[in-house]
C-alpha cells in the first residue's frame, strides 16, 4: 500500500512538474555510455551492467542525477531466442535498491528485468547510477549474434512492478516518474560467439592440409 501510495504521488507529479522532465537520460550497458558488444566463446559467462546515464547539462534538463538521486529503479531488457543465442542464467540488482525489489528472468520470453526501491530515506546519487547485473551464457554454436535491448517495464509476467525511474522525493522534494524520457530511446547490445583459439588453429591447419594435398596431386597428374 504505501509503494502504491509513492507511485500514486510520482505518477500526479510529473503531470504538475512537467518541466523537470526534459532530461537526457537512458540506460546503459556501460559507465561511459558506449556500445557494449562482448564477443566471446561459445558456451562463455557473459555479465552485463545495466546502469542510469545522464548525458544532457543539468541546467538544461532541471534534473540532476547527481544531487536528486533515484528512489526507485527498474528495467525490462530483451533478447533474442531460440537458434542457439545467449540465454540469462542470473538476474541481480545493486544491493542500493533491496527494498521491494524483483528481479527475475524468462528465457522462453526473452526478457530479463530488475525492479528495486530504496526506502532508507536517502536517494541513490550519482551520475551513472548502476541498477543491477544480469549474467548470460553464451550459445553453443560460433557466428551468433543475440541483440539485448533496453525497454520500460511492460511485461508483469516477469516482474509485478511498472513504474520503473522515480527521482527526487526526499526532504520535500516532489518525486517525478521520468519513464518517458528514460526509455524514449532503445541502448542496445549484442553478444557474439566465435570458434575457440584452439578450434580456429586447427580449422586453419586443416585448410592447409587440404591445400597441399591438392597442390601433390596436380603435380602427379601432371607428370
Known amino acids: 500500500m504505501f509503494t502504491k501510495r509513492i507511485l500514486a504521488l510520482a505518477l500526479l507529479s510529473s503531470l504538475f512538474f512537467g518541466a523537470k522532465t526534459r532530461a537526457d537520460l537512458m540506460i546503459s550497458f556501460t559507465e561511459d555510455g558506449s556500445a557494449f558488444h562482448a564477443v566471446v566463446a561459445a558456451g562463455a559467462t557473459v555479465e552485463l551492467s545495466v546502469y542510469i546515464l545522464q548525458t544532457g547539462s543539468t541546467t538544461d534538463d532541471g534534473v540532476n542525477l547527481t544531487t536528486e538521486g533515484l528512489g526507485v529503479a527498474g528495467v525490462q531488457l530483451n533478447y533474442d531466442i531460440g537458434g542457439n543465442h545467449a540465454t540469462a542464467t542470473a538476474v541481480d ?99 557474439e560467439t566465435v570458434p575457440e583459439p584452439s578450434t580456429l588453429v586447427l580449422s586453419l591447419v586443416g585448410l592447409g592440409l587440404f591445400g597441399a594435398v591438392r597442390v601433390v596431386r596436380r603435380r602427379r597428374s601432371r607428370s
Open 93 to 191: 540488482l545493486v544491493s542500493d535498491w533491496s527494498s521491494l525489489a524483483q528481479a527475475d528472468f524468462d528465457n522462453s520470453l526473452g526478457i530479463a528485468a530488475m525492479y528495486g526501491s530504496n526506502l532508507s530515506g536517502s536517494n541513490i546519487k550519482g551520475n551513472p547510477i548502476a541498477i543491477g547485473t544480469v549474467t548470460f551464457k553464451a550459445g553453443n554454436q560460433a557466428g551468433v549474434v543475440t541483440e539485448i535491448t533496453s525497454s520500460d517495464l511492460v511485461d508483469d509476467s516477469v516482474v509485478p512492478y511498472q513504474e520503473s525511474i522515480v527521482i527526487g522525493g526526499e526532504f520535500g522534494l516532489p518525486p517525478v516518474v521520468l519513464d518517458p524520457e528514460v526509455f524514449s530511446s532503445t541502448t542496445i547490445g549484442k553478444i
